[in-house]
């Protein structure tokens, strides 16, 4: 079997599948975007991976991106810009569609294997996060940097960022760092980091695995060389800073406050470097997204995929329709002037009340475009 998604005659398809030794590998092919994804691309991985979960003859699935710089840099904003200033929904049905992609990779009945290489960002990392095997090497650049552009992180984050401490998921979901792969293996993002240059031949080990008794296992065999060694994650440096500074009782106002003692304190100066940083990017974020992504986290360690998925798509609705995503890409990829007007401006002037709304459900239970995710785990 081999196919990819269906463009002109004068472009190369944007998603590839080939199968080798009954394990299915799903290529996303827009490398000069860093395989970010169009809704396009999002309906065509859709239909792949429903085609496999149906063909007895597939017993897994590797998902990948071609290109040297990386797996898959997340949805394209671009898109996603124009037709929320255009006005005519098809943003919603993006996310719709996305979601809906990134649930049914969670519940895939086989084992699924995403090849994190390079640059894993937003909707790369909804795709990455639903596998049974995450891979990541030295040149993994992972990150959820979207409350930089008055956004949250969604494709699953209320919940997979949950995986690692309570303060590390804060930290990681509110300021958008970016992690490297071991960074990423130390905090429960990632299962195997190995050298970029076993990858390149992983093809050829997948050829000879053996594809009866644990599927899994075999997979990891042919994913992680042997006596695999894991370089130091840089995070754990600051593993104590991160713990003290973004305790979940505190809101965001007295976790700047305390950054900003700690400073004044005289640390060494890599400390100095870091409380800085982190400084800088809170204070250049939405405020109202801050706020409303801690929320969404703290909230997000209490429900089920498909209720996180469900309360997600809430959010965003209310981020498109009457926040500040249109103004934070307009100003960080658009103009480029990077001086987002977000409304309100200070985290001191975000009402509760404001919070709340956009974690208010805008649709009717029965009429939310996710109603039905989940209700095959309650019929199964």
């Not at 640059?119 to 990150?143: F, K, N, P």
Request: aromatic share 6%; net charge neutral.
């Amino acid at each position: 079997m081999n196919t990819g998604s269906s463009t002109s005659a004068y472009q190369e398809p944007q998603v590839l599948l080939h199968v080798v030794n009954r394990v299915a590998i799903i290529s996303l092919n827009r490398p000069k975007a860093l395989n970010s994804l169009s809704h396009s691309m999002v309906r065509e991985l859709a239909r792949l991976v429903e085609l496999c979960r149906q063909d007895e003859n597939i017993v897994a699935l590797v998902l990948r991106g071609n290109g040297e710089k990386g797996f898959c840099a997340g949805g394209d904003v671009r898109e996603l810009y124009q037709s929320a200033s255009a006005g005519d929904g098809k943003w919603e049905d993006f996310f719709v569609d996305e979601y809906r992609l990134d649930y049914a990779l969670h519940v895939f009945p086989k084992p699924v294997v995403a090849l994190m290489e390079g640059i894993t960002m937003g909707g790369g990392m909804g795709l990455a996060q639903a596998a049974d095997l995450r891979v990541v090497t030295g040149r993994t650049r992972m990150s959820m940097p979207e409350t930089k552009i008055g956004f949250l992180p969604d494709v699953g984050a209320t919940r997979f960022l949950n995986a690692m401490s309570m303060e590390f998921a804060l930290y990681v979901g509110l300021t958008g760092v970016s992690l490297s792969g071991p960074d990423a293996l130390r905090l429960r993002l990632a299962d195997v980091c190995v050298p970029s240059s076993w990858l390149t031949t992983f093809e050829e080990r997948l050829n000879r695995m053996p594809t009866d008794g644990d599927l899994i296992e075999a997979l990891r065999t042919v994913f992680e060389p042997p006596g695999n060694i894991v370089p130091h994650a840089p995070i754990e440096s600051y593993a104590p800073l991160v713990s003290r500074h973004f305790d979940r009782n505190s809101p965001l106002e007295r976790i700047i406050g305390s950054l900003l003692k700690a400073l004044e304190s005289g640390p060494s100066r890599e400390v100095r470097q870091w409380l800085q940083t982190t400084i800088e990017t809170l204070r250049a974020n939405s405020p109202t997204m801050l706020y409303v992504t801690r929320e969404a986290l703290l909230r997000g360690r209490h429900k089920s995929l498909a209720e996180s998925f469900r309360t997600e798509l809430s959010i965003v609705h209310r981020a498109i329709e009457d926040g500040d995503f249109r103004e934070g890409v307009r100003a960080l990829l658009i103009d480029k002037d990077n001086r987002p007007r977000w409304a309100p401006a200070t985290l001191h002037e975000v009402r509760r009340e404001r919070v709340q709304q956009f974690l208010t459900c805008p649709w009717r239970r029965d009429a939310h475009p996710l109603a039905d995710l989940g209700a095959e785990l309650v019929t199964a």
